[in-house]
């Protein structure tokens, strides 16, 4: 596409070079857009998926967001926040993990599904087919877990009593539209909501001219559908959940069902979605940059590979509001590869991206890009870091060259450290990771993970604490690059900040010379006017001069 082809020239005039900032690049604004109305889509690998023990979502615990008004997933069974519950059998499972892999349509002429959506679910009511003696088919609901994690994290709960919620279904329709199930009805838990239409009852499409909101259409072959309207998820005050059933009984009909999850999120006093974070995620196992940009369909149940049309249909339907902006918040372990390849795939996955935006018609899009800690890539280390210092590099080059392009790196910020086994116990001690806060949590991460932040791969997080540190770093890495005016490093700019100018006049090359022109004047007095108010609040060790002095 034209588009694309634009896109990918700006990207190619790009040259390598050094930074001030080796921790980050273009992130200057990224605190502000985070804490604001936001969209956030965790693209990557494993290093992405729906788990408190990935630093994406670790992070909506240990950030100072004010408020998480929704969440998209798929049909998971075990995610940490949207789950599916599964009331009939047999129901196949679209995922990596599962040994038909991407295969769908798994009864007649299998074909293969390959957007990381992790999951999709497939019945297929042929006479082996069993209701388990109920109407209700599937149940999706929010995880205790995930409460209870968000309850003891910064924001506190996703869901209050007395909030309001929607629901909006999500499915694939599989190749011959006739082969779809018809109709399924749709409960507020155990309240009946009404009736989706799936064959003639799907949502319009943005990105093909069409209005949703105000009518259905035919559901599309082949891609994600939504369902036309979006339903309340009140009545379960807990874990909102939603029930979908059959109308009349389904063995022998011979029809499919892929229900691929959806997305619930918080309503105001008006019926209008509120304004906040709103997360979803294209993540799945092993995935690589190459996969996200190669704009093909796979070919294979274990292709790793997606086309453009694919990714835009999934973009249109779980978009709230066009006008809400939009961060690709880019998240996978790097690669074996070096500077040119990496540049290359890096930036074919965001080009796709960019496309599939422009085509839905995304007002505000933008992308970060975080490099992972050093980690067990291979068995040499040394190589390990150059390759993890190419993808660094590449990120940094693009960040600092493309406007809507930032980048954060969690391998600098740790200054290479690998924290496997007891070798991270020194840097932790010397950061003041002896007291770490998030939340109500206040404990000794050495104590708590003996220095081994990673699995028994050494690849992934070890646990949820693990992750929230991590994900704790890349907070700060924002708050450093966001908030140039918290110069008393607390997450606001105060009374604090403005003596501890006062206090530096005249004084040159100082971490109270915020603009950076080599003297400390009413300048940067008026900078700190400007900034007033909370930026990213901290708390323990990024508040204390035990971190602050390192």
């Given at each position: 596409?034209?588009?694309?082809?634009?896109?990918?020239?700006?990207?190619?005039?790009?040259?390598?070079?050094?930074?001030?900032?080796?921790?980050?690049?273009?992130?200057?604004?990224?605190?502000?857009?985070?804490?604001?109305?936001?969209?956030?889509?965790?693209?990557?690998?494993?290093?992405?998926?729906?788990?408190?023990?990935?630093?994406?979502?670790?992070?909506?615990?240990?950030?100072?967001?004010?408020?998480?008004?929704?969440?998209?997933?798929?049909?998971?069974?075990?995610?940490?926040?949207?789950?599916?519950?599964?009331?009939?059998?047999?129901?196949?499972?679209?995922?990596?993990?599962?040994?038909?892999?991407?295969?769908?349509?798994?009864?007649?002429?299998?074909?293969?599904?390959?957007?990381?959506?992790?999951?999709?679910?497939?019945?297929?009511?042929?006479?082996?087919?069993?209701?388990?003696?109920?109407?209700?088919?599937?149940?999706?609901?929010?995880?205790?877990?995930?409460?209870?994690?968000?309850?003891?994290?910064?924001?506190?709960?996703?869901?209050?009593?007395?909030?309001?919620?929607?629901?909006?279904?999500?499915?694939?329709?599989?190749?011959?539209?006739?082969?779809?199930?018809?109709?399924?009805?749709?409960?507020?838990?155990?309240?009946?909501?009404?009736?989706?239409?799936?064959?003639?009852?799907?949502?319009?499409?943005?990105?093909?001219?069409?209005?949703?909101?105000?009518?259905?259409?035919?559901?599309?072959?082949?891609?994600?559908?939504?369902?036309?309207?979006?339903?309340?998820?009140?009545?379960?005050?807990?874990?909102?959940?939603?029930?979908?059933?059959?109308?009349?009984?389904?063995?022998?009909?011979?029809?499919?069902?892929?229900?691929?999850?959806?997305?619930?999120?918080?309503?105001?006093?008006?019926?209008?979605?509120?304004?906040?974070?709103?997360?979803?995620?294209?993540?799945?196992?092993?995935?690589?940059?190459?996969?996200?940009?190669?704009?093909?369909?796979?070919?294979?149940?274990?292709?790793?590979?997606?086309?453009?049309?694919?990714?835009?249909?999934?973009?249109?339907?779980?978009?709230?509001?066009?006008?809400?902006?939009?961060?690709?918040?880019?998240?996978?372990?790097?690669?074996?590869?070096?500077?040119?390849?990496?540049?290359?795939?890096?930036?074919?996955?965001?080009?796709?991206?960019?496309?599939?935006?422009?085509?839905?018609?995304?007002?505000?899009?933008?992308?970060?890009?975080?490099?992972?800690?050093?980690?067990?890539?291979?068995?040499?280390?040394?190589?390990?870091?150059?390759?993890?210092?190419?993808?660094?590099?590449?990120?940094?080059?693009?960040?600092?060259?493309?406007?809507?392009?930032?980048?954060?790196?969690?391998?600098?910020?740790?200054?290479?450290?690998?924290?496997?086994?007891?070798?991270?116990?020194?840097?932790?001690?010397?950061?003041?990771?002896?007291?770490?806060?998030?939340?109500?949590?206040?404990?000794?991460?050495?104590?708590?993970?003996?220095?081994?932040?990673?699995?028994?791969?050494?690849?992934?997080?070890?646990?949820?604490?693990?992750?929230?540190?991590?994900?704790?770093?890349?907070?700060?890495?924002?708050?450093?690059?966001?908030?140039?005016?918290?110069v008393v490093a607390d997450g606001y700019i105060n009374t604090n900040d403005i003596l501890a100018v006062i206090g530096s006049m005249g004084n040159e090359y100082v971490?109270?010379?915020?603009?950076?022109?080599?003297?400390?004047?009413?300048?940067?007095?008026?900078?700190?006017?400007?900034?007033?108010?909370?930026?990213?609040?901290?708390?323990?060790?990024?508040?204390?001069?035990?971190?602050?002095?390192?």
């Amino acid at each position: 596409m034209a588009i694309h082809a634009l896109f990918l020239g700006a990207l190619t005039a790009l040259s390598g070079g050094d930074l001030e900032n080796p921790t980050s690049a273009g992130l200057e604004h990224m605190a502000k857009r985070l804490r604001g109305d936001v969209r956030m889509i965790a693209m990557g690998d494993s290093y992405s998926a729906p788990y408190f023990q990935r630093i994406p979502l670790a992070a909506l615990r240990v950030w100072p967001i004010p408020n998480i008004m929704g969440f998209g997933g798929g049909g998971i069974g075990g995610g940490h926040i949207i789950r599916t519950v599964v009331d009939c059998w047999p129901v196949a499972v679209v995922s990596a993990s599962d040994s038909s892999g991407y295969q769908v349509e798994r009864h007649t002429a299998p074909t293969y599904f390959t957007l990381p959506m992790r999951e999709l679910r497939e019945i297929y009511t042929d006479t082996t087919f069993n209701d388990m003696g109920s109407d209700t088919l599937f149940e999706f609901h929010f995880n205790v877990l995930g409460e209870d994690g968000f309850g003891s994290g910064v924001h506190g709960a996703f869901i209050e009593p007395s909030d309001t919620l929607a629901f909006r279904f999500l499915y694939r329709c599989p190749t011959d539209i006739e082969m779809q199930l018809a109709e399924i009805k749709i409960s507020d838990y155990g309240e009946e909501s009404g009736i989706i239409q799936l064959k003639d009852g799907a949502r319009p499409f943005w990105h093909l001219g069409e209005q949703p909101g105000k009518n259905a259409r035919a559901a599309v072959p082949r891609q994600i559908n939504a369902s036309a309207f979006d339903y309340p998820a009140n009545n379960d005050l807990l874990l909102r959940r939603v029930n979908l059933s059959q109308t009349t009984p389904l063995n022998g009909t011979n029809k499919y069902f892929e229900p691929a999850g959806g997305v619930y999120y918080h309503l105001d006093e008006k019926g209008s979605r509120e304004t906040g974070l709103y997360y979803s995620h294209i993540s799945d196992n092993s995935w690589s940059y190459i996969g996200f940009g190669s704009d093909t369909e796979g070919a294979w149940y274990l292709d790793k590979n997606f086309s453009q049309e694919q990714f835009t249909h999934w973009l249109d339907v779980t978009t709230l509001d066009r006008d809400q902006p939009t961060v690709f918040f880019w998240f996978f372990a790097p690669e074996p590869m070096g500077y040119d390849i990496a540049f290359e795939r890096m930036s074919n996955m965001i080009a796709q991206a960019e496309v599939s935006s422009a085509l839905v018609g995304l007002t505000n899009v933008e992308h970060l890009i975080v490099i992972a800690p050093l980690f067990k890539l291979n068995d040499d280390i040394d190589l390990s870091k150059t390759y993890i210092r190419h993808q660094q590099q590449v990120a940094f080059d693009l960040a600092s060259k493309v406007p809507n392009i930032s980048a954060a790196s969690l391998f600098n910020a740790t200054d290479e450290v690998m924290f496997n086994g007891t070798e991270g116990i020194p840097w932790l001690l010397y950061h003041g990771f002896d007291h770490f806060e998030f939340g109500s949590n206040a404990f000794n991460l050495i104590e708590d993970t003996g220095g081994d932040m990673f699995d028994i791969s050494v690849v992934h997080p070890g646990s949820a604490n693990a992750a929230a540190f991590f994900a704790s770093l890349l907070g700060e890495i924002i708050r450093e690059a966001g908030c140039k005016a918290d110069v008393v490093a607390d997450g606001y700019i105060n009374t604090n900040d403005i003596l501890a100018v006062i206090g530096s006049m005249g004084n040159e090359y100082v971490e109270e010379d915020i603009n950076e022109d080599g003297i400390v004047d009413v300048q940067d007095i008026l900078l700190v006017i400007d900034g007033w108010g909370d930026c990213w609040p901290v708390q323990a060790p990024y508040n204390t001069s035990t971190f602050r002095n390192q």
